[in-house]
């Protein structure tokens, strides 16, 4: 019996959210940026798919087409292949989710950039930075005209019940849900502590802890199964020092963007972690294209 591809929920789940925020939060972001992130990350993907093949003699173009039961008797050779338009799809709608820009140009930069990453940072076949994040901070530092808004989504109730609901059902069907848990566990006990010394209520430890993109990012971003570390205790050490790393730069340096700013410094820790601990690679084992 096929197994159906947690891909294409990722995908459904936070096309939803694109128009949820866009009709309930009255969100500057215009549907043409959407339209452009999108296509930008599909036609990028293709093309480097493309040229991948070339390069390698067209294995790669190859493995993209084969069927599931040769996915499984080659699944060395499928670790270092590209990953699919499904995966540029995702990416596209996390840039369309996160970041806000004024003009085409800086858009279609992030998206390029976020899938050229996959291609140009990659160690022993694998590419360990995460593409909408890289993506994202690219733009902030090359150009002018780019921002995160981590408050975008406010702290409704439903919201979080939303992103913990559909985030919770991904992460449960890729074996992946240890990261986020990891993560926001320790970066809640660091809030906690930092509550306590100030004699703050505890209302306010939950303010920084339930605002909606930071739940995406800990959902959907920081588990990305193809670029985090292989083996279990490497993604617990990755994820709690990711969250050390968030909670000293936006407490201590006072940067609404930590997270994001975090990640991206300590994903080549990635290459670090997984020699250190070898465990197999994750591969998507479903029908489709990648």
Not at 5 to 31: A, E, K, M, N
Not at 87 to 92: K, L
Not at 275 to 283: L, T, Y
Request: charged letters at 15%.
């Amino acid at each position: 019996m096929q197994q159906s591809d947690p891909r294409d929920y990722q995908i459904l789940f936070l096309s939803l959210f694109l128009v949820l925020g866009i009709g309930t939060r009255d969100w500057t972001l215009q549907p043409q940026f959407i339209g452009v992130a999108i296509a930008t990350c599909l036609l990028t993907q293709y093309i480097s798919i493309r040229l991948w093949s070339i390069s390698q003699g067209n294995k790669a173009d190859e493995e993209f087409t084969q069927n599931h039961a040769l996915e499984r008797r080659e699944e060395s050779t499928l670790n270092t292949s590209p990953i699919s338009l499904k995966s540029a799809m995702i990416t596209a709608l996390g840039l369309s989710l996160l970041l806000r820009v004024d003009h085409y140009s800086t858009m279609i930069l992030a998206g390029a950039l976020a899938i050229l990453s996959k291609f140009l940072f990659r160690f022993q076949g694998k590419h360990f930075l995460n593409p909408a994040n890289f993506g994202i901070i690219s733009v902030l530092i090359l150009t002018k005209d780019a921002w995160v808004s981590p408050g975008q989504w406010g702290e409704e109730g439903w919201y979080v019940l939303l992103f913990a609901g559909t985030g919770g059902m991904i992460l449960k069907r890729v074996g992946r849900w240890d990261t986020t848990a990891a993560f926001f566990s320790a970066y809640a006990l660091l809030e906690a502590f930092r509550n306590l010394w100030l004699g703050w209520t505890w209302d306010v430890w939950a303010h920084r802890l339930m605002s909606g993109s930071f739940l995406l990012f800990a959902l959907f971003m920081l588990t990305d199964p193809r670029s985090i570390p292989n083996a279990r205790v490497s993604r617990l050490l990755w994820a709690v020092s990711i969250a050390i790393l968030t909670f000293i730069l936006r407490n201590h340096f006072f940067m609404s963007t930590a997270v994001f700013w975090a990640l991206f410094a300590l994903s080549p820790l990635t290459v670090i972690l997984d020699w250190i601990w070898s465990s197999p690679r994750f591969v998507w084992r479903f029908h489709g294209d990648g």
